[in-house]
């Protein structure tokens, strides 16, 4: 092909230049032990009113308990999702897919977590599992009883809906400081919940705590979270090791997300350190406001990267002061950014799996003449690849074809539907 164009199949579909989504770490009180007793919740209502009437700033989250604050911004998000008519990814964990436990034979992993110490940046949320198992609070009951522990007639409600629901792990640890033999019944019991409940298996992983990397402090021996830092201490960065990416990709999962050593590295969908395992870039909801700048800003940085990101936020969060009002700014604008082409605004799974079968198609461009192209594209998929975008670039190359099976603007291509071991033909001419 001639050095003076470049013709690329894109991850991205029709015309857009990247991609968002929406997503929440979708968690009960399980992984808390946190108990929304009656006091609490009538003080969570009496400062949301405070808040309304006197504009005061209260993490509303904190005083409902983390359980029921969850249930409640959920249901807030679902009157939004209704209104604007779009969809995100829900990470769960465990105790959200089951509506009951009242053997408490729901799961097997209960483990303790001898890590989640002070020492090693964990807080006071987390440290009581030091020495006690993780569902040592668990009361084996149902929804009915305990909204704040199960949430399975609530994510009942979001898959009706169409939202994607994937994998938060079932007990919620920090999955490189955890024994191998502890991840691999985690994961396993979160498929099986899965398909007990009505639930599809899943494919794609939240890490919890972002913890795909801790800091060995080998001076003081101590392994710690990714955000400890000690002063004056050297420490080595240990990832996620390949005997753990192994139970992940034999439990079905080939994309992970909330990497923390991969913060700020806003990019396409990537190998995790030259494994088989790909990693989805994320953003914090509250970054988006803040640590990168305007929220206009960071849209631009994703769709200038040519990006695949999710935005993420536990639903909790969006009952802080003020939180809903920019939650649905940022909806606003990732809405019209889509309107206008330069965001395809879909969940996780539709743009990882586009991405995928993107992946499996091929690519051939010849030159005759220096000017002349014949570019002919193969789906090697078992399935039809609708909206297939082609770049080109720069665009001084005007392809033509008889199809009206195509759409054309200024440096892209969108075949409309690609079916499998078909060749799609076209050909075009070099601008002078």
């Not at 929804?143 to 979001?158: R, S």
């Not at 938060?168 to 991840?183: A, C, D, G």
């Not at 461009?365 to 690849?385: E, F, H, L």
Request: include cysteine.
């Amino acid at each position: 092909m001639s050095s003076k164009a470049r013709i690329t199949l894109s991850t991205f579909k029709r015309f857009c230049r990247s991609a968002v989504a929406l997503s929440f770490d979708y968690e009960t009180s399980a992984p808390y032990g946190n108990i929304a007793n009656f006091s609490s919740r009538v003080r969570g209502r009496i400062y949301a009113i405070t808040n309304k009437v006197f504009h005061r700033q209260r993490d509303l989250s904190f005083y409902y308990g983390m359980g029921y604050a969850m249930r409640k911004g959920t249901e807030k998000i679902i009157k939004i999702f209704n209104k604007y008519g779009i969809h995100a990814t829900w990470f769960a964990n465990g105790h959200a897919l089951l509506k009951d436990n009242n053997d408490g034979k729901a799961y097997r992993i209960n483990q303790i977590l001898p890590y989640a110490i002070y020492e090693a940046g964990f807080t006071d949320i987390v440290t009581w599992r030091k020495n006690r198992p993780t569902f040592f609070y668990a009361p084996n009951s149902d929804y009915k009883k305990f909204p704040y522990w199960y949430f399975g007639d609530q994510a009942e409600i979001l898959k009706e809906m169409g939202e994607d629901i994937q994998c938060h792990t079932f007990s919620h640890p920090y999955i490189v400081l955890e024994e191998h033999k502890n991840v691999a019944i985690d994961l396993e019991d979160w498929q099986n919940a899965a398909v007990k409940n009505g639930f599809k298996r899943a494919n794609i992983l939240s890490l919890p705590f972002c913890g795909d990397a801790y800091r060995n402090y080998y001076d003081l021996n101590l392994l710690t979270a990714l955000g400890k830092e000690i002063a004056g201490q050297k420490y080595d960065l240990v990832y996620l090791p390949n005997d753990i990416i192994n139970i992940m990709m034999s439990n079905g999962f080939d994309l992970i997300t909330r990497c923390g050593s991969k913060i700020g590295k806003i990019k396409n969908f990537s190998k995790y350190n030259d494994s088989e395992l790909y990693y989805m870039s994320d953003i914090n909801f509250y970054d988006c406001f803040d640590v990168l700048g305007s929220l206009s800003g960071t849209l631009k940085k994703i769709v200038e990267n040519k990006s695949a990101v999710n935005i993420w936020l536990h639903p909790s969060d969006i009952l802080a002061k003020n939180n809903i009002g920019n939650f649905e700014a940022l909806i606003q604008s990732l809405i019209n950014r889509s309107n206008g082409g330069e965001i395809w605004l879909a969940t996780i799974s539709q743009i990882w799996d586009h991405f995928k079968k993107v992946k499996a198609c091929d690519l051939n461009v010849t030159v005759r003449n220096g000017k002349d192209y014949d570019v002919v594209v193969v789906n090697k998929t078992a399935s039809v690849i609708v909206d297939l975008g082609l770049d080109i670039y720069p665009p001084d190359v005007l392809l033509v074809s008889e199809h009206d099976n195509l759409e054309q603007k200024e440096g892209r291509i969108s075949i409309k539907r690609l079916h499998p071991d078909v060749p799609f033909k076209l050909t075009g001419q070099l601008r002078r």
